[in-house]
């Protein structure tokens, strides 16, 4: 029995090489190690029982390892998820902060793995990046906004807003694909760069970026203020919209209006329209309004939904600003 209990400690020790499988050495290891004695004692040698054990624990070694990397199987498993259906996109309302008149959706990624996919679609997405993976997944999004959105008469003049990744970016086929996946919906597409994606200004990006632009398409710098936040960018790359992100919401006191005000006007300054994120409730929804910030996405204005709720929230907020309009009044989503 000692001997066994040396041999957990000394799995639990090696508890940073294998994570979260270490549940799983233990259980291999011991359960081999059970049937190997049984099997041994039948055969009666101390030495045949040492070398069932010195084996089953090489065993369960090998198990582990041919399971541990996780990031591996992530991508294999979102291969095959592509592949089978298994992703699905969803539309986030953007809206006007004087009208509050959705303009436009943010199309978003999400996965309908049991294990993956639970964990939101941040976590996944960030593994994921740096594969090429997440170019076919951006190529997918398109191609399912455009199918959904095109025919909506309700949705004609909104932008579509779609993340996309750096490595994407940096292929040579980037215009290609987003001209070809968006098809009709090109003219309307806004592409959602974030600050660490176009920081490498690259003459490939800077190529690519400004043939987006000639064909129509806007860009849009996401999560501002939480990369590297080179001024010069915004400059660079003539960004239709800046994005906020929703962190600058938790700001205290006076500082947080201060703060939104003054990226509205430097925001302002280079021809660009300012949205924030995150808005979750009607006191930061009245912050964004006092700070001159132009578009706003966030839980309390809507969340992100699939394409046919979309038409009740079209509705919906249509309604409430006529009767904003006549009361002269405002009235909660
Ligand atoms: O940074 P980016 O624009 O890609 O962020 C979009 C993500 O933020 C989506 O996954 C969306 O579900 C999430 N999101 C949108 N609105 C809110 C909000 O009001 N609060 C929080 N916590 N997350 C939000
Ligand atoms: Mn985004």
């Known amino acids: ?6 041999c957990t400690a000394r799995i639990r020790r090696l508890r940073p090489v294998f994570d979260e499988h270490l ?24 030495d045949a029982v040492v070398l069932v054990i010195a084996l089953s624990a090489c ?29 699905h996109v969803v539309y986030q309302p953007i809206v006007d902060m004087r009208t509050r008149h959705c303009v436009g959706v943010e199309a978003l990624l999400r996965w309908g793995h049991p294990k993956f996919g639970a964990g939101g679609p941040g976590q996944f997405i960030g593994e994921l990046e ?55 919906l090109l003219e309307r597409l806004v592409l959602e760069l974030t600050e660490r994606s176009c920081v490498e200004r690259t003459p490939r990006v800077v190529t690519a970026l400004s043939h987006m632009k000639q064909r129509g398409v806007r ?17 660079d790359f003539r960004f239709d919209y800046v994005k906020v992100d929703r962190r600058f919401l938790a700001m205290r006191g006076e500082a947080r209006i201060q703060f939104l005000k003054s990226v509205a006007a ?8 300012v949205v924030v994120e995150g808005v979750e409730r009607a006191a930061e929804h009245d912050v964004v309004k006092r700070s001159g910030i132009d578009l706003a996405q966030g839980y309390w204005h809507g969340k992100p939904m699939a394409v046919d709720q979309l038409r009740a929230f079209a509705l919906a907020t249509a309604s409430i600003s006529t009767l904003h309009d006549v009361t002269g009044t405002e009235h909660g989503a």
Not at 1 to 6: D, K, S, V
Not at 266 to 273: E, Q
């Open 1 to 6: 029995m000692r001997f066994f209990q040396r």
């Open 23 to 46: 549940d799983a050495v233990v259980t291999v290891a011991l359960a081999s190690s059970l049937a190997g004695l049984l099997a041994a004692s039948l055969i009666a040698s101390r």
């Open 59 to 87: 065993g369960a070694v090998v198990y582990v390892g041919n399971r541990v990397r996780p990031k591996a199987r992530l991508r294999r498993a979102a291969r095959i998820g592509l592949r089978r259906g298994e992703f």
């Open 130 to 184: 740096g594969t090429r993976l997440l170019g076919a997944l951006t190529c997918f999004v398109l191609r399912e906004a455009n199918s959904a959105l095109t025919q909506l008469p309700f949705a004609q003049h909104w932008h579509i807003s779609v993340n996309i990744c750096a490595r994407h970016l940096m292929e040579d086929r980037f215009v290609e694909d987003i001209c070809e996946s968006a098809g009709p």
């Open 219 to 235: 860009l849009s710098l996401d999560d501002f203020g939480t990369g590297f936040s080179n001024l010069d960018l915004l400059a």
């Open 266 to 273: 430097l925001v302002h300054t280079l021809g660009a329209k």
